[in-house]
């Protein structure tokens, strides 16, 4: 049984193109969050979401916008993409509300625009 | 604003030889700690985790880290690693009361046979 999966699990599109990549965790989680890590392994957080309310969110074009449908699921949409969104994208999901215990992580996107 | 520094960015062993890599982080209030190791073309898996007591924490894979709060410093260490330790070690720190996670920027750790 896989914990948190993601979809798909590599993406190649070209500059311009919209995009999604989906998130689903069958843990029970109240928290999900979306990272990308860069081709220097850097793991930068990019959004969080508790319950289906968004509590992180970092300094990130606004071309990326989360979905959360359920407290189970954490969509990601990237409008217009360019060279420099291309990097691995991983899912996470925690339990608690008010303290981030270990995340689990989902095996990751790599997203290349070209 | 809190911040996790790894200091070191690539670290290179012979097999059987001891390990033990720095994190450090700048937060002043009460924290969570955690190891996360990626091995190559995977995710991110958790070695170990501090949350209270015992400030040694022993976890899987032989690894262990020691949180000296006099220090903000949470170093993880091997007695002796394997070829198979070869990935990416990530620290983490989560603030007390807060659902965020702040990682460093890892260290690659290489493990020649």
């Known amino acids: 049984d896989t914990a948190v999966s993601q979809t798909p699990k590599y993406l190649v599109t070209q500059m311009g193109n919209d995009k999604s990549i989906k998130c689903e965790q069958n843990?029970?989680?109240?928290?999900m969050y979306w990272y990308k890590q860069d081709s220097k392994k850097f793991l930068k957080i990019m959004f969080s979401?508790?319950?289906?309310?968004?509590?992180i969110n970092e300094t990130v074009p606004n071309r990326f916008s989360p979905k959360s449908p359920d407290k189970a699921h954490l969509n990601l949409h990237i409008n217009s993409l360019e060279l420099g969104d291309s990097a691995v994208y991983f899912c996470?999901?925690?339990?608690?509300?008010?303290?981030?215990?270990?995340?689990?992580f989902g095996p990751g996107t790599r997203l290349t625009v070209t | 604003a809190q911040s996790v520094s790894q200091h070191n960015h690539h670290v290179i062993l012979s097999e059987a030889a001891s390990l033990e890599l720095g994190c450090n982080y700048s937060?002043?209030?009460?924290?969570?700690l955690f190891w996360y190791v990626q091995y190559p073309g995977q995710h991110l898996q958790l070695l170990l985790k501090?949350?209270?007591?015992?400030?040694l924490v022993k976890g899987i894979k032989g690894f262990e880290a020691e949180f000296i709060k006099s220090k903000f410093s949470f170093n993880l260490r091997k007695p002796s690693v394997q070829w198979s330790d070869t990935a990416e070690y990530f620290c983490a720190v989560n603030p007390y009361n807060n659902n965020d996670m702040r990682f460093g920027a890892g260290t690659r750790l290489t493990v020649k046979p």
């Open positions: 501090y949350f209270s007591g015992d400030p």
């Open positions: 996470a999901s925690s339990q608690g509300t008010h303290r981030a215990y270990e995340q689990y």
């Open positions: 937060y002043g209030g009460t924290v969570n």
């Open positions: 843990l029970g989680h109240d928290t």
């Open positions: 979401y508790n319950n289906k309310e968004l509590i």
